[in-house]
Every structure is written in structure tokens, then in C-alpha cells.
Antibody
């Protein structure tokens, strides 16, 4: 059974930093591209970033480019999101998601909540 | 950058009725479009990929159609468990935006 478990969400002040983690199990982690998607309270889904199976390719939404860094450790079956220069508008539930071979997202975690507030 | 637009924002439907949701891309995404369902307090769930292929375990009452810039998700006979928010997402180009969502509520 595929499982994705996010962690690391906390309350942080504007301008602060945070690293989110996603622990993956139930599939061969290093075969798949992984994504982060976020959802602000009461709002829709916003795609944030992706990383290829080997970490060689990364992409970001314009809203986080230059502030967030996605990475992975295939030896630990883990995905990460380093978030710097946080803004109040980064407040959201952050989901980790697995990409299928056909590029859509076929499994999602339950999310970890990041609150940026003074 | 591609913009995905969903309509309507809210759809009020009676149980047993048909629901038709629309998703429009600002430029062609071929058939590289997925639909997701999200219920309150839950993570999104994949319903449809490739514009028209149901994901594993998705009931046949859900169907997707379209290509290029115009897509439709149809729920043939709404069940109580289908009242939720539905999102489309294109995966033809970078970045990978979602539509704003359509909330299907009980009429």
C-alpha cells in the first residue's frame, strides 16, 4: 500500500525558514517523480514544485521560485521542501504527491500545515 | 503560462441527477488532463487521467471527455458520497496549474 506521510509544519514568523519532509513507503521511491502541492485555508489547490526520480530536474511555481528548494534522499525514501523567506501568503496545508508514469498525481499524503504569522 | 478555468464555481444538484463540470485551458494541453475529487478534511483523490481514463477503483458513473482546451467531467447519477470539490489539472506543460475547482453541493 502506498503511503505518503508529511511532517514539519509549524507556526513560523514572516521571513523565517522551515523544512518539510515526506516519508514514502509501499512503492519503489527512486522510480518516481515527486511533487509538493499546497492549499491555503478555504482555497483551491496550488501546485508548488516537483523533482525528478534522481533529483536531476526540479521545477517551481513562480510564487515560490527562489525561496523554496525541493530535494529528495532516495536512500531514505524521503522528499523535502526547504522553505525560506516565508510570507503570510505561504500559509497552507502542504501535500506531498507521487507522480504516476503518465505524469498525473496518483497518490497524495494527508498534508502538513504551515502557518506564517507574527 | 497555461491558465486552467473551471466552471461553474458551484453546482447545485439533487441526488440521482447528472452533473456536468467544465474545465478550459488557455492553450492546448492535448489529452494531458486529470480530474481530482476532494472531500472536506481529506486529501485530493485522482478520478480521471488522460482526459477520459478512470483511475483504479473509480465508479463508472464518472466519465471524462475532451481534448485540446475544452474538457468535461460528468457524473451520471450523483450519489451522496459524490458531493465534493472537483479540480482539473493539466500536465502537458510547465508549470502544472490546477483549475480553481467546482464545488458540487446538494440541491
Amino acid at each position: 500500500e502506498v503511503q505518503l506521510v508529511e511532517s514539519g509544519g509549524v507556526v513560523v514568523q514572516p521571513g523565517g525558514s522551515l523544512r518539510l519532509s515526506c516519508a514514502a513507503s509501499g512503492f519503489t521511491f527512486d522510480d518516481y517523480t515527486m511533487h509538493w502541492v499546497r492549499q491555503a485555508p478555504g482555497k483551491g489547490l496550488e501546485w508548488v514544485s516537483l523533482i525528478s526520480w534522481d533529483g536531476g530536474s526540479t521545477y517551481y511555481a513562480d510564487s515560490v521560485k527562489g525561496r523554496f528548494t525541493i530535494s529528495r534522499d532516495n536512500s531514505k525514501n524521503s522528499l523535502y521542501l526547504q522553505m525560506n523567506s516565508l510570507r503570510t501568503e505561504d500559509t497552507a496545508l502542504y501535500y506531498c504527491a507521487k507522480e504516476a508514469s503518465g505524469y498525473y498525481l496518483n497518490y497524495w499524503g494527508q498534508g502538513t500545515l504551515v502557518t506564517v504569522s507574527s | 503560462e497555461i491558465v486552467m478555468t473551471q466552471s461553474p464555481a458551484t453546482l447545485s444538484v439533487s441526488p440521482g441527477e447528472r452533473a456536468t463540470l467544465s474545465c478550459r485551458a488557455s492553450q492546448s494541453v492535448s489529452s494531458n488532463l486529470a480530474w481530482y475529487q476532494q472531500k472536506p478534511g481529506q486529501a485530493p483523490r485522482l478520478l480521471i487521467y488522460g482526459a477520459s481514463t478512470r483511475a483504479t477503483g473509480i465508479p463508472a458513473r464518472f466519465s471524462g471527455s475532451g481534448s485540446g482546451t475544452e474538457f468535461t467531467l460528468t457524473i451520471s447519477s450523483l450519489q451522496s458520497e459524490d458531493f465534493a470539490v472537483y479540480y482539473c489539472q493539466q500536465y502537458n506543460n510547465w508549470p502544472r496549474p490546477f483549475g480553481g475547482g467546482t464545488k458540487v453541493e446538494i440541491k
